[in-house]
C-alpha cells in the first residue's frame, strides 16, 4: 500500500512541482493574513491560520512528490558505455 502510494506521488514531479508552488503562495497568504490581523482587525487570524494549515498540506504533498521521485531516480543502476572509444576507432588504444 505504501509502496503503490509512493509511487504515484512520485508519478508526476511537474505536478509535485505545482503543488510545492500553490501550497508555498497559500502559505504566505495566510502568513500576511495572521501578521496583519496581529496589528489590526483580529478576526483576520483565523483565515490566515486556515490558509496556512492548507497551504502547509499542499506544500508538504508537492515537496514529497518531489523528494520521492529524485530518490527513486537516485538509486536506479546506471547504464555505462561498454569500451564506447574502441567501437569508435575499431583498433582499441592505438597503441
Do not use: H
Not at 22 to 47: K, S
Not at 70 to 91: H, I, L, Y
Amino acid at each position: 500500500m505504501l509502496t503503490f502510494w509512493l509511487e504515484k506521488l512520485a508519478a508526476d514531479p511537474i505536478k509535485s512541482w505545482a503543488n510545492f508552488k500553490l501550497g508555498l503562495g497559500v502559505f504566505v497568504i495566510g502568513g500576511v493574513l495572521l501578521l496583519t490581523g496581529a496589528q489590526g482587525p483580529y478576526w483576520l487570524q483565523i483565515p490566515g491560520l486556515i490558509c496556512i494549515a492548507i497551504g502547509l498540506v499542499f506544500a508538504a504533498k508537492g515537496y514529497a512528490g518531489i523528494f520521492v521521485y529524485r530518490m527513486k531516480n537516485a538509486f536506479k543502476p546506471v547504464k555505462a558505455p561498454c569500451d564506447e572509444d574502441k567501437k569508435s576507432t575499431g583498433q582499441g588504444s592505438g597503441l
